[in-house]
């Protein structure tokens, strides 16, 4: 949350330089406080799963949100009951009236397809579009970041010659940039994607930056110019044994999966993972909604464009 001062204290101009986020008190009597609205599109097959892991991260703050759940209607989901969306969650007709001051929208295994085979990508696309006018800030989370930069900026994916799996090291390219407040020099994310943005694609772009990268995973946390679209091409969200559950899933089926890198110590399965990233996601999450949602959003919701 921001520190509330003064107008004119002489200190400000120094924190200022050091990315310390200032509301001077000429501001703050003039902000009202409502509950934020933030809408998750849902593209994972096991929905509970996710919808815990986001909803942890979402809870690490103090803000009040309101969150409305919904799904593709033109995918049919084999891996959640029907039950389960029917009580909980909405179609994209149900809430295309709506304004939110936030869009998650979850990252899929569709990595290997081409974004127009994906059976409800057209109507991910209109969904994206529609973000423009009904959403104050969108989270693309891993095959999400890859469909959202390829809608929006015309950049695309590239199949890897073997899963991207595993926890690995991240650098922050830009220090003043309010998504990164707080992370470490160095810090670990998990990855788990069978596709990827290159570099090389995304600087020729004049709208978007690199925020964060890796040496051995890429781009990480991409960002529009105008601060409406975040990118994270990993998977922060994810619980203490979700790789592990991955890794088994795949064995099961007869799949060719390494061990995840950097996960189990002494790279045996057979011991307990080691949490690398926990504090650097509840970060990213907190400083998405602090800084790309609530600072930002209009009081009265109806005036998101």
């Keep these: 949350m921001p520190i509330n001062v003064e107008d004119g204290l002489p200190a400000i101009a120094q924190l200022e330089k050091e990315n310390i986020f200032l509301m001077k008190q000429s501001r703050a009597i003039h902000q009202d406080i409502r509950p934020l609205k933030i809408a998750i599109l849902n593209l994972m097959p096991e929905k509970a799963k996710t919808e815990l892991h986001l909803l942890r991260r979402l809870s690490n703050t103090p803000i009040q949100l309101e969150v409305d759940l919904f799904h593709p209607q033109t995918h049919e989901c084999k891996n959640t009951p029907r039950e389960h969306l029917d009580d909980f969650y909405k179609t994209f007709d149900q809430v295309r009236k709506e304004k939110y001051d936030g869009l998650i929208i979850t990252g899929a295994p569709v990595e290997k397809l081409e974004f127009e085979q994906v059976d409800y990508w057209k109507e991910l696309k209109e969904i994206m579009e529609w973000s423009k006018h009904h959403v104050n800030s969108v989270l693309y989370i891993c095959w999400a970041a890859q469909a959202g930069l390829y809608y929006h900026y015309g950049i695309g994916k590239h199949t890897l010659d073997s899963k991207q799996f595993g926890v690995f090291k991240h650098k922050v390219n830009d220090t003043h940039c309010h998504l990164t407040k707080g992370f470490d020099d160095i810090f670990w ?117």
Excluded: C, M
């Design 189 to 305: 994310a998990p990855h788990s994607t069978h596709s990827s943005t290159k570099r090389e694609d995304i600087i020729k772009n004049k709208n978007v930056r690199i925020i964060s990268e890796s040496d051995d995973a890429g781009a990480y946390i991409i960002i529009s110019n105008d601060n409406k679209h975040v990118f994270v091409t990993g998977h922060s969200e994810y619980d203490p044994l979700t790789l592990f559950e991955e890794y088994e899933r795949d064995k099961k089926k007869g799949k060719e999966i390494q061990i995840p890198q950097n996960y189990f110590p002494d790279n045996d399965p057979a011991q307990q993972p080691r949490v690398r990233w926990r504090s650097h996601s509840n970060l990213l999450f907190t400083n998405w909604l602090n800084y790309y949602v609530y600072q930002v959003t209009p009081f009265d919701i109806n005036k998101v464009q």
